[in-house]
């Protein structure tokens, strides 16, 4: 009967089945998108702001020659603001051939997660309407909300359009 667990258990940790992802705290909350959409986790650099831009668009920076949109994480999910400090970090993404960057309170780490270890967005999540949300992992005694890039970037896709 142990060897059926043992057999059962391999299937749901086989490789086919991980997600990666990339892991950061906004708040008190844990976050997470798939590995494969960032390229990148910078240090926070001088972002110049860009006037009537959406209130979530925190400015722009010049990475590499390359001028690329900040995304404000709390403004985007209506958190309070705080100040930035050494823990804070721009994650860039590239998504839809448009290369973005989110402000984070701090990146946690790459994590490996079962996919049947996501669940199906609950209505509401941390205070963040379920259109930005992919899915809840349940890690141990923590939850992971893994965002939808594409939700989250909606505004940004029909500005550029």
Known sequence: MSQTKDEHMGDSAHDDNLLQL???RIADEEFGVDILAV????????????PRAPSFIEGVINLR????P??????????PHVEHNSST???????DQKIVGFLVDAVSKVLRIPSNTVEDAPPVAAGIGSEYIRGVGKLGDRLLILLDLDNLL???KLDAQ
């Open 154 to 156: 909606s505004d940004i």
């Open 39 to 50: 390229q990148e986790i910078i240090r926070l650099m001088q972002i110049t702001m860009v």
């Open 70 to 79: 900040v995304i404000n994480m709390r403004t985007r999910f209506s958190m």
């Open 22 to 24: 990339v892991t950061f």
């Open 89 to 95: 970090r721009i994650v860039v993404t590239e998504f």
């Open 65 to 68: 020659g390359k001028v690329i």
